[in-house]
């Protein structure tokens, strides 16, 4: 279960800055990347049938992950989708999240089933339906250059 989450993880680590060292938002800053990131969980979370949504948890704060030299980073933060009942069919309930989401897809990780979705902002999610009973979507922003006075390991 563990190294499901890692990868999950890692997994939207490196969706979050797709491109190449040219693709980085030099006009974003770290709060704009993070009210964008957030603004799309809660859309991608919309996607869940609402009859089956018992609450949303969005985290507070996030993390920093470098996708480029120097001080490019990507903001990364997470949202559960708590639900009433956990859907029988798991790559059923997937595949039809991935079809009501725009630019999006469904796809395999070993054998769990995962949607990859990504913003007009250049954000990315990785959602994953747990057997906690909750959809567990990780997040990651565009890629900006973060102030050389910031710090890459503080909260935001």
Request: hydrophobic letters at 40%; a negative charge; glycine letters at 8%.
């Amino acid at each position: 279960m563990l190294a499901g989450a890692v990868l999950v993880v890692a997994l939207a680590a490196l969706t979050a800055c797709q491109g190449s060292e040219g693709d980085v938002d030099s006009d974003l800053t770290v709060e704009q990347a993070k009210a964008d990131t957030q603004r799309f969980e809660l859309e991608v979370a919309e996607a869940v049938p609402a009859d089956i949504v018992d609450r949303i948890e969005q985290l507070e704060t996030g993390s920093l992950l470098r996708c480029g030299p120097d001080q490019q980073f990507s903001w990364s933060g997470s949202t559960r989708v708590y639900l009433t009942v956990q859907p029988t069919d798991e790559r059923q309930f997937m595949e039809d999240i991935a079809a009501a989401l725009d630019d999006s897809e469904f796809l395999l990780d070993g054998d769990r089933p995962i949607t990859e979705a990504r913003g007009p902002e250049g954000q990315s999610v990785i959602m994953s339906l747990r057997d906690d009973g909750y959809v567990n979507i990780n997040s990651g922003s565009a890629c900006f250059i973060l102030p050389e006075d910031a710090d890459p390991l503080g909260d935001y």
